[in-house]
């Protein structure tokens, strides 16, 4: 009997070894295509006109640092719009406090979306619609920017004539929770899903990222900007596809500790935000989203479980060979 459980086991931990085998080959190629944003000294007398739009609901607890860490960009001329999309806490209350100490923030509050339109797109282009930027930042509420993150976006969407740049940020967990998940989700359901091919401003494969979407003001209004991909629940990446459309030229960056953004607060933040994207994913389908969530929880649970397990028989001298596939897990 131990060894017919032993021999499963094998089978489950060669199987799983395998898996992240593929998983880690296309994430390796992902991440080695995607080159470092770079730091560059802006031109004497030169400052871009970014605007930075923000669609806050409901983050009293991260909005603050967010709003500040754009408004202290070095080299560009910067404006941020943050709208309040019917936030319950004291999101707007923080938002309209920060600008009356900034004329350079304008709060908008964003009223009951109009049939067809996802929350936070109507939201987002409630902001475009204001914007005076030549540059067009589009960020989630609980990034934290460096000083020269949008100078350097810029000066790399200039040097390389592209429309949009997405840059994937530094991600950063606060609790142990996060710490285990958050690898994993990345791994799974995030960097996965995002072509190499993205990365070559030629190529006709766009991708986006909710941390940070910069997009060419003209380029982005002249395809329609949110209004045009108003139903889509993942509008960063529907944002990113709709930008290489036309001939358009974009790529994705690593920001390293340019970008910084702690995705998830809470144990609840943390489902919300991984089942909402899983679904996404998988175009609504509950079997796919469930399918996802169970691989999600084996991959997270049975590596140790299969080394602890494993360990007692192979000291016993039982079925030694269980022990390498779930160390190597």
Request: charged share 20%.
């Amino acid at each position: 009997m131990i060894v017919l459980l032993a021999r499963l086991a094998l089978l489950l931990a060669t199987l799983l070894c395998v898996g992240w085998a593929l998983v880690l080959a296309r994430v390796w190629l992902t991440i080695g295509a995607m080159r470092r944003l770079p730091s560059t000294a802006a031109p004497e007398g030169q400052r871009p006109k970014v605007t930075a739009v923000v669609a806050a609901r409901n983050e009293a607890h991260t909005i603050e640092a967010g709003v500040c860490s754009l408004l202290a960009q070095d080299g560009v001329e910067m404006e941020v719009i943050a709208v309040d999309d019917n936030s319950e806490d004291q999101t707007h209350t923080i938002l309209e406090r920060l600008a009356l100490a900034d004329p350079r923030l304008l709060v908008l509050k964003a009223a009951r979306p109009p049939p067809g339109w996802v929350a936070k797109c109507y939201a987002l282009e409630l902001g475009q619609g204001r914007a005076r930027g030549d540059w067009l930042l589009f960020t989630d509420a609980d990034v934290v920017h460096g000083p020269h993150a949008a100078k350097n976006a810029v000066a790399a969407m200039e040097r390389e004539r592209l429309d949009h740049l997405a840059v994937q940020p530094r991600i950063e967990a606060g609790s142990l929770p996060e710490a285990l998940v958050l690898p994993l989700f990345m791994l799974l359901g995030q960097l996965r899903f995002l072509d190499p091919a993205a990365a070559l401003p030629d190529s006709r494969t766009g991708v986006g990222i909710g941390a940070f979407n910069l997009v060419r003001a003209d380029a982005y209004r002249l395809r329609g900007t949110h209004a045009r991909i108003r139903g889509s629940m993942l509008d960063d990446r529907a944002l990113g596809r709709m930008m290489r459309e036309d001939g358009g030229r974009g790529s994705v960056m690593r920001a390293v500790a340019q970008v910084r953004h702690r995705p998830y607060c809470s144990a609840r933040e943390l489902y919300a935000g991984i089942r909402k994207s899983v679904i996404a994913t998988f175009g609504n389908s509950a079997i796919l989203t469930i399918m996802m969530g169970v691989l999600l929880l084996v991959a997270a649970v049975a590596p140790p479980m299969l080394l602890a397990l494993g360990l007692p028989l192979w000291l016993a001298g039982q079925a030694p060979w269980v022990v390498a596939p779930a160390a190597l897990i």
